[in-house]
């Protein structure tokens, strides 16, 4: 079993950044994949990132709509993963949530990751 708990969120201006960690705990595998999901008010589960998490198999990904200004990234030794937001919009406010899987290969679709944390509030204002 593995626990996720996301940190980092707050509100910041348009163009500001800020640094979301994800803290994982439990039973996590070599060949484990951690996401970057979003949800907006009234609007459904966005998929940001991803990145594997074993050392000797690194891969990222991102949304079309965050390439260039958000970075993911890891610290195996201190579980963790982090998404750094740059460049941050209004249209970037939402719930972020850290999510993982077992496997090696990346994803974008929720349904395809097992666990989930209770999320991280974005505000980004104009």
């Known amino acids: 079993q593995v626990q996720l708990v996301e940190s980092g969120g707050g509100l910041v201006q348009a163009g500001g950044s800020l640094r979301l960690s994800c803290a994982a705990s439990?039973?996590?595998?070599?060949?484990?994949?951690a996401g970057w999901f979003r949800q907006a008010p009234g609007k459904e589960r966005e998929f940001v990132g991803a990145?594997?998490?074993?050392?000797?198999?690194?891969?990222?990904d991102y949304a079309d709509s965050v390439k260039g200004r958000f970075t993911i990234s890891r610290d195996n030794a201190k579980n963790t993963v982090y998404l750094q937001m740059n460049s941050l919009k209004p249209d970037d406010t939402a719930i972020y949530y850290c999510?993982?899987?077992?496997?090696?290969?990346?994803?974008?679709?929720?349904?395809?990751?097992?666990?989930w944390g209770q999320g991280t509030q974005v505000t980004v204002s104009s």
């Open positions: 999510a993982g899987r077992t496997g090696y290969g990346l994803a974008r679709s929720d349904g395809e990751y097992d666990y």
């Open positions: 439990g039973d996590i595998s070599r060949n484990f994949v």
């Open positions: 990145i594997t998490w074993s050392w000797n198999f690194v891969r990222m």
